[in-house]
């Protein structure tokens, strides 16, 4: 199956002219507002537009000129996993699947059981790890932490991002499936200090053809992603920013504050080093586009 890209270009222009503009920064106020308590920060009234418009920023994909044909073939069964991969699964998605993006107890069944779901690629650093953990018809992410109740939802996007989803159907070298925020919550010594990290993670697929794919911040830094079974991700450290759109501090005396998530660039490139393809000013956005959630 392919995709037709003009008419998906369309159809988001159409519904990005009848939904309120979505602002990254605003977007980004979810992640830390759950760290604290999950209480109620500006998200719930900005992070419930942009989720309604959440498609307009998807990264929009230019033809392919590398000419591969079929670049989607080796993606056409799920990778077998071991069981500490599965056992990673089942960790993330307590629920026995995708949760609402509002509501970690509220599983969704129509988006599929953790059974269905392997770990496609992860990203180690330092600080832990990220794994995009997939299913035939979309993904979700994956960041192991020692605070059960503070990890992250497992919220789900279909494969480009309409359902019933397909993770084969992409044309060209690249594509971009995700850039959003992600936070490892964990405690640190003896008095087990809480500490909150939090990450800008790019996750998508590539074609046989790709051999290296590089992200550049926006920020003077440049990072090279993990490639596994024709899909990649790619984390770095984030750095918050006071929040231009609400003053003052929070319920625990703190000022607001949101994730620093400017455009980035995605760069795909062959055995010989040259680039087959590249995605610029790719638009930060939350998880769960296309999922109707």
């Not at 209480?39 to 998807?58: D, I, M, R």
């Not at 992200?215 to 003077?220: R, S, T």
């Given at each position: 199956?392919?995709?037709?890209?003009?008419?998906?270009?369309?159809?988001?222009?159409?519904?990005a002219?009848?939904?309120?503009?979505?602002?990254?920064?605003?977007?980004?106020?979810?992640?830390?507002s759950?760290?604290?308590?999950?209480?109620?920060?500006?998200?719930?009234?900005?992070?419930?537009?942009?989720?309604?418009?959440?498609?307009?920023?998807?990264?929009?994909?230019?033809?392919?000129?590398?000419?591969?044909?079929?670049?989607?073939?080796?993606?056409?069964?799920?990778?077998?996993?071991?069981?500490?991969?599965?056992?990673?699964?089942?960790?993330?998605?307590?629920?026995?699947?995708?949760?609402?993006?509002?509501?970690?107890?509220?599983?969704?069944?129509?988006?599929?059981?953790?059974?269905?779901?392997?770990?496609?690629a992860?990203?180690?650093?330092?600080?832990?790890?990220?794994?995009?953990?997939?299913?035939?018809?979309?993904?979700?992410l994956?960041?192991?932490?020692?605070?059960?109740?503070?990890?992250?939802?497992a919220?789900?996007?279909?494969?480009?991002?309409?359902?019933?989803?397909?993770?084969?159907?992409?044309?060209?070298?690249?594509?971009?499936?995700?850039?959003?925020?992600?936070?490892?919550?964990?405690?640190?010594?003896?008095?087990?200090?809480q500490?909150?990290?939090?990450?800008?993670?790019?996750?998508?697929?590539?074609?046989?053809?790709?051999?290296?794919?590089?992200?550049?911040?926006?920020?003077?830094?440049?990072?090279?992603?993990?490639?596994?079974?024709?899909?990649?991700?790619?984390?770095?450290?984030?750095?918050?920013?006071?929040?231009?759109?609400?003053?003052?501090?929070?319920?625990?005396?703190?000022?607001?504050?949101?994730?620093?998530?400017?455009?980035?660039?995605?760069?795909?490139?062959?055995?010989?080093?040259?680039?087959?393809?590249?995605?610029?000013?790719?638009?930060?956005?939350?998880?769960?586009?296309?999922?109707?959630?």
């Amino acid at each position: 199956m392919t995709i037709d890209e003009r008419r998906i270009a369309e159809e988001l222009r159409l519904m990005a002219d009848e939904a309120a503009p979505a602002d990254p920064l605003a977007l980004t106020a979810r992640t830390f507002s759950r760290r604290r308590r999950r209480t109620l920060t500006a998200w719930s009234v900005a992070g419930l537009a942009g989720l309604a418009a959440a498609a307009v920023v998807a990264p929009m994909l230019a033809p392919s000129h590398s000419g591969t044909p079929d670049t989607a073939a080796h993606l056409a069964t799920l990778p077998a996993n071991t069981p500490e991969q599965l056992g990673l699964v089942r960790e993330c998605m307590p629920q026995g699947g995708p949760v609402h993006n509002m509501d970690g107890n509220r599983r969704i069944p129509e988006h599929g059981s953790a059974d269905a779901f392997r770990v496609l690629a992860e990203y180690r650093d330092e600080g832990g790890v990220t794994a995009l953990v997939g299913s035939d018809a979309g993904f979700v992410l994956c960041t192991p932490t020692n605070q059960p109740d503070m990890a992250e939802r497992a919220v789900f996007t279909f494969w480009g991002f309409k359902a019933p989803g397909d993770r084969t159907a992409f044309s060209g070298d690249l594509q971009v499936d995700a850039y959003t925020s992600h936070a490892h919550s964990y405690t640190i010594g003896k008095q087990l200090t809480q500490k909150d990290d939090y990450y800008r993670v790019v996750v998508g697929r590539v074609s046989d053809a790709v051999r290296r794919v590089e992200v550049d911040w926006a920020d003077g830094r440049r990072t090279e992603a993990r490639i596994e079974n024709g899909f990649f991700i790619v984390r770095i450290l984030g750095k918050l920013v006071p929040d231009p759109e609400q003053q003052g501090e929070d319920a625990a005396g703190e000022p607001y504050k949101i994730l620093h998530s400017p455009p980035v660039t995605v760069t795909a490139y062959g055995a010989d080093g040259r680039v087959l393809r590249q995605e610029k000013d790719v638009a930060f956005g939350p998880l769960g586009r296309g999922t109707g959630y």
